[in-house]
T-cell receptor
C-alpha cells in the first residue's frame, strides 16, 4: 500500500486561477516533506521542503502547508500560468529514503 | 555547474537484450540514487550507491538488475535479458551527502522493450 496518497489525480484549471493539491501520508516519523514539479519528459524539480516541525513554506506562487497531526500536506498555486502544467509530486523523506506519491497531473488552460 | 546527466535519454531494446543506463552525478556529489517510474505511476526507489559501494538495494529486483558506481566514471544501471515489463523511465538523482540532503534528479532514460 502506497504510504503517500495524493488527490486529485488530475486537475484542469483556467490560467490565472488558484488551485490546491492534497497529500496524505502515513510515513512516520520522517525527516522532511517535499513537493516536486515534474514536467513531461523531465526529472522532478524540488519546489518546497518542510521539516516535520514546520507548518508552511512558500516559494513564489507556490505555498506548501503541513499538518503533522492529521498527516496532511497541501500545495497551493496562486495565479496559475500555462507553464504550471505538470505533475506535482508529494515526497516524504526519512534518511536517504524517499517515498513518492502518485502525483497530481495539473493542466492549465488559456 | 552541470546538473545530473543521464544517457541515453531514450533506449530501445528487444526482449532478451541488455540495457545499460548511465548517470553522471552533479559535480562534487558522491551519492547516487536510481528510481523507476512505470507508466502512469509514481517513482519507486531502486538502489542507493556511494562511490564503489552499494548502500541500499532494497528496491532492486533480485534478478537481472545490477548497479555500480565505480571510483571513476558514471554510475551504471544494468538490466540483463530485458522483458516488456522493464519498459519505464529510469531516473537518477545525486546528493552531496547522505541522510536528509536534497536529491537532484536527472532528466531520465526512457527504456522501451519491444
Amino acid at each position: 500500500k502506497n504510504q503517500v496518497e495524493q488527490s486529485p489525480q488530475s486537475l484542469i484549471i483556467l490560467e490565472g486561477k488558484n488551485c490546491t493539491l492534497q497529500c496524505n501520508y502515513t510515513v512516520s516519523p520522517f525527516s522532511n516533506l517535499r513537493w516536486y514539479k515534474q514536467d513531461t519528459g523531465r526529472g522532478p524539480v524540488s519546489l518546497t521542503i518542510m521539516t516535520f516541525s514546520e507548518n508552511t513554506k512558500s516559494n513564489g506562487r507556490y505555498t506548501a502547508t503541513l499538518d503533522a497531526d492529521t498527516k496532511q500536506s497541501s500545495l497551493h498555486i496562486t495565479a496559475s500560468q500555462l507553464s504550471d502544467s505538470a505533475s506535482y509530486i508529494c515526497v516524504v523523506q526519512l534518511g536517504n529514503m524517499l517515498t513518492f506519491g502518485g502525483g497530481t497531473r495539473l493542466m492549465v488552460k488559456p | 555547474n552541470a546538473g545530473v546527466m543521464q544517457n541515453p535519454r531514450h533506449l530501445v531494446r528487444r526482449r532478451g537484450q541488455e540495457a545499460r543506463l548511465r548517470c553522471s552525478p552533479m559535480k562534487g556529489h558522491s551519492h547516487v540514487y536510481w528510481y523507476r517510474q512505470l507508466p502512469e505511476e509514481g517513482l519507486k526507489f531502486m538502489v542507493y550507491l556511494q562511490k564503489e559501494n552499494i548502500i541500499d538495494e532494497s528496491g532492486m529486483p533480485k534478478e537481472r538488475f545490477s548497479a555500480e558506481f565505480p571510483k571513476e566514471g558514471p554510475s551504471i544501471l544494468r538490466i540483463q535479458q530485458v522483458v516488456r515489463g522493464d519498459s519505464a523511465a529510469y531516473f537518477c538523482a545525486s546528493s552531496d551527502s547522505g541522510s536528509g540532503y536534497e536529491q537532484y534528479f536527472g532528466p531520465g532514460t526512457r527504456l522501451t522493450v519491444t
